[in-house]
């Protein structure tokens, strides 16, 4: 950016990762809170300098910002995918997910799942599609609340809490995550310990 004539402050971490919101499956705590995370709105630290910056440029200049940064940072996430080997990583990750998920104990651990869950009153093959499922009802809701305006996060986050079935929707969403918590603990704790595991066997 510094090249190209502008000035730029990096951002700090906080506004581009939720600390605060972000899903946790091991907390009992957030399952009573936010559920499984699906409505949970994310809470980012604002980061303005940058805005600010671009903002005091001429619209000719301002495009142009535009334009650099989005090539500076397609250049430095390309850059850190070779530097720190993701793609390497990422490959290994779903070689070790696959042994893990096709493992005898985890298959037993995924039944007994299902089997806890539905005793629970949640009929679903596991935890994923149970929210994925949830995760549809949300976007319908969020299509229906902000119909054909262009909201900002915030003015949806508004409208949206504000509105009754999105309300009662949380509730439900909450009800399913603290109902099938204590089944999910086992399969989590089996997963963690096969993946262990299998990183020692798998390159």
């Given at each position: ?25 091991a ?64 490959s ?14 985890y298959?037993?651990?995924a ?48 409208r ?44």
């Amino acid at each position: 950016m510094t090249e190209a004539g502008f000035s730029y402050t990096p951002k700090n971490p906080h506004s581009l990762v939720d600390t605060a919101d972000n899903t946790d499956f091991a907390s009992a705590s957030y399952a009573r809170t936010h559920g499984f995370g699906i409505s949970a709105w994310p809470a980012f630290t604002p980061d303005r300098t940058n805005a600010q910056y671009a903002s005091s440029l001429s619209t000719a200049d301002q495009k142009k910002f535009g334009d650099t940064l989005s090539s500076c940072s397609e250049h430095a996430e390309e850059q850190s995918r070779q530097e720190f080997g993701v793609e390497f990583a990422n490959s290994r990750f779903d070689r070790i997910d696959g042994s893990v998920r096709s493992s005898a104990p985890y298959e037993q651990a995924a039944a007994e799942w299902r089997t806890c869950a539905a005793r629970a009153g949640y009929v679903s093959q596991d935890r994923a599609s149970l929210i994925a499922a949830l995760h549809s009802r949300y976007d319908a809701l969020i299509t229906r609340i902000t119909g054909a305006a262009e909201l900002t996060p915030a003015q949806t986050e508004q409208r949206a809490q504000s509105d009754p079935l999105y309300l009662g929707f949380q509730q439900e969403e909450i009800r399913a995550a603290v109902a099938t918590f204590p089944c999910s603990q086992k399969l989590d704790a089996t997963y963690r310990d096969a993946f262990r595991k299998a990183m020692k066997n798998i390159p």
